[in-house]
């Protein structure tokens, strides 16, 4: 998303060449694949640790550093392995959208007209939404240590289950249609209960 923005806002002459179909596939399986080694490579050293004691887990999700402290074996390859992942893989991708932002911000004031700018900075918005909340909260919960309190889980069902949730809300939310709708379901809502504090009264 970050760089179909960046070829649409710095280069919109050249969009078609920048977005070709070929490069959207790349892409969206580029990112698949990076998760899946990812996760294969997180999950590979943490089968051979042993865990003895409690098995309670202060966590919704069964995430590996809610693991390491329960374990009685030798943690250090796995919370390598996955500072490592965090560094590369979160980061890495982090630095690349943050790029193309910087890019697309220095475009926008360059923009003379503010309706341009406006137009051009709504294109993004529902995206940076996005990224701030995912982003955020999972680099809050992997970086924080782990205390089984009721913030740290906040975070993880954040970046695990509501941003995913209301992903597809956000990026809807420019479409015309579906602010029409919301805006007449709320009037409804509202005239529903004027109608039934004045019957009540």
């Known amino acids: 998303m970050a760089y179909d923005h960046f070829a649409a806002i710095c280069h919109p002459v050249f969009y ?6 070929l490069l959207c596939k790349g892409l969206a ?3 698949w694949g990076l998760d899946f080694l990812t996760a294969v490579f997180n999950i590979l050293p943490t089968i051979n640790l042993d865990f003895c004691g409690d098995y309670t887990i202060p966590h919704y999700s069964c995430d590996l550093p809610s693991l390491f402290p329960l374990s009685c074996s030798d943690i250090f390859s796995s919370f390598t392995v996955l500072l490592c992942s965090i ?4 980061f890495g ?7 193309s ?10 923009i003379s007209s503010s309706s341009g700018r406006s137009k051009s900075f709504s294109t993004c918005s529902s995206h940076l939404i996005v990224v701030l909340l995912f982003y955020g909260s999972a680099f809050l ?3 924080m240590p782990t205390s089984g309190s009721p913030l740290e889980l906040i975070f993880s069902v954040q970046y695990s289950l509501v941003t995913p949730l209301v992903n597809s809300l956000i990026y809807s939310l420019k479409n015309n249609e579906v602010k029409t709708a919301g805006k007449r379901t709320l009037r409804k809502y509202f005239h529903f209960r ?6 009540a009264g």
Do not use: D, H, P, R
């Open 16 to 21: 078609g060449q920048m977005m070709s179909n």
């Open 29 to 31: 399986w580029g990112s």
């Open 87 to 90: 560094l590369l893989y979160g």
């Open 93 to 99: 991708t982090y630095l690349l959208i943050f790029y």
């Open 101 to 110: 932002y910087a890019c697309i911000v220095s475009t926008i004031l360059g």
């Open 141 to 143: 919960c992997y970086l």
């Open 194 to 199: 004027q109608s039934n504090k004045e019957a």
